[in-house]
């Protein structure tokens, strides 16, 4: 049997069907009895290869069969890079949520269903869900017109959706809510208008009402439909599949109703307002950006302040994997839409670099920190007019931001200095230039100096200074 090495990767283990270890080389999946049989009869069908080649599901290569007592094994390639739910924008979350339920109803159509339905099961490849779980799909029970994972959903998909739409909730806050919120947190909060509109009606109003009526009488349901739903179908599988498809069918409505489109904020309209460039500038600045990709010819790079994506577009053109990072929602919810409108291989994510994603879930390895998971991944890393933001309004000084740089790039940095006279400097020094007169250019080379050598640097004309650098 194949051995592998789980020191120091972490295995994964809340589903008993199975486990996963991530390796270098992709993603190891053992399938216990008797779930394998389900596994590997999935995997065989037509269904299974074609869900595969669109690339909504994971693949899926079988290295041991399971026979001889052995555990199934399947390994299965990586996602160019893992990003949690909390890191997603609305539209993300959107299209997260959309891929469960179309991939499911397709399920449904051939005798499959989903048991799980989580945005932990989806992964991004650049803008494009991909479903992992392979084992959340088992054979659908023929005749039960119910879906068992639709409380799952809505707690975890529809409900954090409401809450940021209707509540102002963060979608950030699931990564303390891994199981999602129950209708009754969202009810005592939503106004009465709400509550009696789709989606609230049938996610929370509804549910709350029959569960404080089972409380009078002493009954239980769950959080599932009524165990008697099927009673008067008789166990038909062709009238149970299409009540489940129709119920799919309504979640789908209500994760696009309830989904906001992307909204104005103070930075997502930067790129066409900024008048600290002028014209000539702002083409001086992407040529410069344009000519390094070209010398560098990156695979992955990582556009830390992203904004939306002017520099990431040009780093995807060049051929580059690209994770776009932004503390700006608005702005991350934009270049999605641009991404999924253009195809090109850009995933943006909402991250603040100077507070990362910590990692969380049990001993805190379930799920990886967002500078772990940076780790050798980027051979370039982009930091275009963010430095000062990182020096006064995160107060990170610059040897720690040099140091930083130098932990998350392989090979090269491209980055501006903005001087201490630049009007949008000014503005968030607020008056205070004394307690920082030291950030220099001088010191800004001294510090990157440490770490970095210059492979080229042009000074634009409104005194900023744009570098290539070279990791030492």
């Known amino acids: 049997m194949l051995e592998l090495q789980e020191s120091p990767a972490f295995s994964t283990f809340r589903d008993p069907a199975g486990s996963v270890v991530i390796q270098p080389d992709g993603v190891y999946r053992r399938v216990h009895a008797p779930y394998d049989a389900e596994a590997l009869a999935f995997l065989e069908s037509p269904l299974a290869a074609s869900l595969a080649e669109q690339g909504r599901l994971i693949a899926s290569e079988i290295l041991v069969p399971g026979a001889d007592g052995d555990a199934l094994l399947l390994r299965h390639p990586r996602v160019g890079f893992s990003a949690y739910p909390w890191e997603w924008s609305p539209a993300m979350w959107r299209s997260a949520a959309e ?12 005798g499959w269903i989903l048991k799980d339905a989580t945005p932990l099961n989806v992964l991004f490849e650049g803008p494009h869900p991909v479903f992992v779980d392979l084992l959340s799909i088992c054979p659908m029970d ?32 699931s990564i303390l809510r891994r199981d999602g ?10 106004p009465w208008r709400t509550r009696l509109r789709q989606p609230a009606l049938s996610a929370v109003t509804l ?14 349901v769950g959080g599932k439909p009524a165990s008697g739903l099927g009673a008067g179908f008789a166990r038909d599988p062709e009238i149970a599949r299409q009540v489940v498809r129709k119920t799919l069918g309504s979640l789908l ?20 307002t900024a008048t600290h460039y002028s014209d000539g500038e702002h083409v001086a600045k992407r040529e410069f950006v344009a000519q390094a990709l070209e010398a560098i010819a990156p695979r992955r790079v990582l556009d830390v302040g992203c904004n939306t994506g002017a520099y990431s577009d040009l780093a995807a053109d060049a051929g580059a994997e690209v994770v776009a990072v932004d ?4 702005s991350v919810d934009r270049l999605y839409a641009q991404c999924r409108a253009s195809g090109k291989h850009i995933l943006p994510l909402c991250v603040d670099i100077a507070r990362p994603t910590p ?15 940076c780790s050798g991944s980027f051979d370039t890393v982009m930091m275009l007019a963010v430095i000062h933001h990182l020096l006064v309004g995160s107060q990170i000084p610059l040897d720690r931001i040099a140091a930083l740089s130098h932990a998350i790039t392989t090979r090269h940095l ?49 005194g900023r200074v744009l570098f290539h650098l070279a990791k030492r």
Request: include cysteine; hydrophobic fraction near 40%; proline fraction near 6%.
């Open 99 to 110: 891929l469960t339920l179309e991939l499911c109803d397709e399920l449904v159509s051939q």
């Open 142 to 173: 023929p005749g039960v017109p119910m879906w068992y994972a639709y409380g799952q959903f809505v707690r975890t998909f529809l409900l954090p959706l409401l809450a940021y739409a209707e509540l102002g909730w963060p979608l950030q806050a």
């Open 181 to 190: 919120y129950e209708p009754e947190e969202i009810y005592s909060v939503l």
């Open 207 to 220: 549910p709350r009402v029959m569960s404080r009526i089972d409380s009078r009488v002493g009954s239980k």
């Open 253 to 272: 409505r209500h994760v696009r109703a309830v989904t906001p489109a992307p909204a104005e904020s103070i930075w997502s309209g930067y790129a066409q």
């Open 327 to 330: 503390t700006d929602l608005q």
């Open 359 to 373: 990692a969380v879930g049990w001993r805190n390895q379930e799920n990886s920190s967002f500078l772990d998971r």
């Open 414 to 462: 491209i980055v501006e200095w903005v001087p201490l006279s630049d009007p949008k400097f000014r503005e968030i020094l607020r008056g205070r230039d004394a307690l920082y007169a030291h950030l220099t250019e001088a010191a800004f080379r001294e510090a990157f100096g440490q770490h970095f050598r210059v492979e080229r640097e042009a000074a634009l004309s409104n």
